[in-house]
């Protein structure tokens, strides 16, 4: 019974394998012939996809040639670097514009789009340009900055936002799209862009630029005209001198490395003094800075003038060392501003008399025990820099002594 059972089922397969053998020999002497349909571009008139030609990326600003006359430094903002190395050099393996502040202040790189485009300058609608950042120790920092486009014509202002912010995205792409009809250019009208540095995380930083391109609305590259020179509004860029007016002359100026930025009511630097009892806060102000005749200098962006805020911490017997919750403050104002309100000067006679109101408050005859210098090498313990009504930029501060 069993072996009536397994016969049928024997029989199926043999069946099977005769039928495969079949159809392996007729496709023996076939070829194979892919199906797959072609991709072909072609335009419609309407209803369904359009396939188009990708925008073209012919005619971009390269600086193969070494050329870059239709370029101009801007060194009248308030951080701009008067003193700037600007040429071309071999970077990432380009041809890039390399712009090195040699004064510790930030560059500003205006291009001229009008000249470069003459009447098409109408028809852009984006600015890209690759930016690269280096610095003098090898390592990588991150860098930030700030594309202007002075628009339309009255040239109205345009920030848009560039960055380098990783190693492996070095250089990166930086790119100005203009989305508003307030923002696209006039024929003209001395319209340009401008590429900042705002923010350099390491110390030092060296901007490149490559790779220009003006674009249209549809993506594609308005060609530049590179043998031009740039023709910007008069006097554009040019360094603005400091005005001293209402100031004294200083000598042996140090710069203390102060900037910051603060709210009102607040400060935009606080340094702790190398005699300051905070046992957690490194002091790097060393009060013996202070003597006879010395000037502190400040520059700086507000709508009031800077003050210097100063602190002396009183300490407890029961807990020697470690600082009150209470501290005595004394405010100075500063003895000159000039006409321009961006420099402000404190002189020592009112820095002095400021930390002794403060000393005096606990010690009885104060005068016959410390001289003036003597005070602030004992008593101050906290500089801090700020503004009362007014946010305020701190952009820098010297110290040195009263011609």
Same mark, same amino acid.
């Given at each position: 019974?069993?072996?009536?059972?397994?016969?049928?089922?024997?029989?199926?397969?043999?069946?099977?394998?005769?039928?495969?053998?079949?159809?392996?020999?007729?496709?023996?002497?076939?070829?194979?012939?892919?199906?797959?349909?072609?991709?072909?571009?072609?335009?419609?008139?309407?209803?369904?996809?359009? %396939?188009?030609?990708?925008?073209?990326?012919?005619?971009?600003?390269?600086?193969?040639?070494? *050329?870059?006359? =239709?370029?101009?430094?801007?060194?009248?903002?308030?951080?701009?670097?008067?003193?700037?190395?600007?040429?071309?050099?071999?970077?990432?393996?380009?041809?890039?514009?390399?712009?090195? #502040?040699?004064?510790?202040?930030?560059?500003?790189?205006?291009?001229?789009?009008?000249?470069?485009?003459?009447?098409?300058?109408?028809?852009?609608?984006?600015?890209?340009?690759?930016?690269?950042?280096?610095?003098?120790?090898?390592?990588?920092?991150?860098?930030?900055?700030?594309?202007?486009?002075?628009?339309?014509?009255?040239? #109205?202002?345009?920030?848009?936002?560039?960055?380098?912010?990783?190693?492996?995205?070095?250089?990166?792409?930086?790119?100005?799209?203009?989305?508003?009809?307030?923002?696209?250019?006039?024929?003209?009208?001395?319209?340009?862009?401008?590429?900042?540095?705002?923010?350099?995380?390491?110390?030092?930083?060296?901007?490149?630029?490559?790779?220009?391109?003006?674009?249209?609305?549809?993506?594609?590259?308005?060609?530049?005209?590179?043998?031009?020179?740039?023709?910007?509004?008069?006097?554009?860029?040019?360094?603005?001198?400091?005005?001293?007016? *209402?100031?004294?002359?200083?000598?042996?100026?140090?710069?203390?490395?102060?900037?910051? %930025?603060?709210?009102?009511?607040?400060?935009?630097?606080?340094?702790?003094?190398?005699? *300051?009892?905070?046992?957690?806060?490194?002091?790097?102000?060393?009060?013996?800075?202070?003597?006879?005749?010395?000037?502190? %200098?400040?520059?700086?962006?507000?709508?009031?003038?800077?003050?210097?805020?100063?602190?002396?911490?009183?300490?407890?017997?029961?807990?020697?060392?470690?600082?009150?919750?209470?501290?005595?403050?004394?405010?100075?104002?500063?003895?000159?501003?000039?006409?321009?309100?961006?420099?402000?000067?404190?002189?020592?006679?009112?820095?002095?008399?400021?930390?002794?109101?403060?000393?005096?408050?606990?010690?009885?005859?104060?005068?016959?025990?410390?001289?003036?210098?003597?005070? =602030?090498?004992?008593?101050?313990?906290?500089?801090?820099?700020?503004?009362?009504?007014?946010?305020?930029?701190?952009?820098?501060?010297?110290?040195?002594?009263?011609?």
């Amino acid at each position: 019974m069993k072996l009536k059972r397994v016969l049928p089922f024997i029989f199926a397969v043999f069946i099977a394998l005769i039928v495969t053998a079949c159809n392996t020999d007729s496709d023996a002497g076939s070829t194979e012939v892919d199906t797959t349909p072609e991709t072909t571009a072609e335009t419609t008139d309407g209803g369904g996809d359009a %396939t188009v030609d990708a925008p073209s990326r012919q005619g971009g600003i390269d600086f193969a040639d070494g *050329n870059y006359s =239709f370029v101009h430094l801007d060194k009248s903002q308030p951080k701009s670097a008067i003193d700037v190395d600007l040429s071309v050099v071999d970077a990432f393996g380009k041809s890039m514009l390399c712009a090195e #502040s040699l004064d510790g202040g930030f560059v500003y790189v205006a291009i001229d789009a009008s000249s470069l485009l003459g009447d098409n300058i109408t028809e852009v609608r984006a600015m890209e340009a690759t930016v690269g950042v280096t610095h003098p120790d090898g390592n990588f920092y991150a860098m930030s900055g700030t594309i202007l486009g002075y628009c339309g014509a009255d040239r #109205s202002e345009v920030k848009q936002a560039w960055s380098v912010y990783l190693d492996y995205k070095n250089p990166n792409t930086a790119r100005f799209e203009m989305t508003k009809e307030h923002e696209y250019m006039v024929a003209g009208a001395q319209n340009f862009f401008v590429i900042s540095v705002d923010v350099d995380n390491g110390s030092g930083g060296v901007l490149y630029i490559t790779d220009i391109y003006f674009l249209d609305a549809s993506g594609n590259v308005i060609p530049a005209d590179t043998s031009v020179s740039f023709d910007g509004p008069e006097g554009y860029g040019e360094a603005i001198e400091d005005d001293w007016s *209402n100031l004294v002359g200083v000598a042996n100026e140090i710069d203390m490395g102060y900037t910051g %930025t603060c709210a009102a009511w607040g400060q935009a630097y606080r340094d702790y003094t190398t005699i *300051n009892p905070f046992e957690d806060e490194v002091g790097e102000l060393d009060p013996a800075i202070f003597v006879q005749d010395t000037v502190v %200098t400040v520059w700086y962006i507000s709508d009031d003038a800077p003050e210097f805020i100063f602190q002396k911490v009183k300490t407890t017997t029961d807990m020697p060392g470690q600082p009150e919750m209470r501290e005595w403050w004394a405010k100075v104002e500063p003895r000159g501003v000039n006409d321009s309100g961006n420099i402000a000067q404190f002189h020592f006679d009112d820095i002095v008399a400021s930390v002794k109101a403060l000393a005096e408050r606990d010690i009885d005859g104060l005068e016959e025990l410390y001289t003036d210098e003597e005070i =602030f090498t004992e008593f101050l313990h906290v500089l801090n820099i700020g503004a009362t009504f007014s946010e305020m930029e701190l952009l820098k501060c010297t110290i040195g002594v009263a011609e």
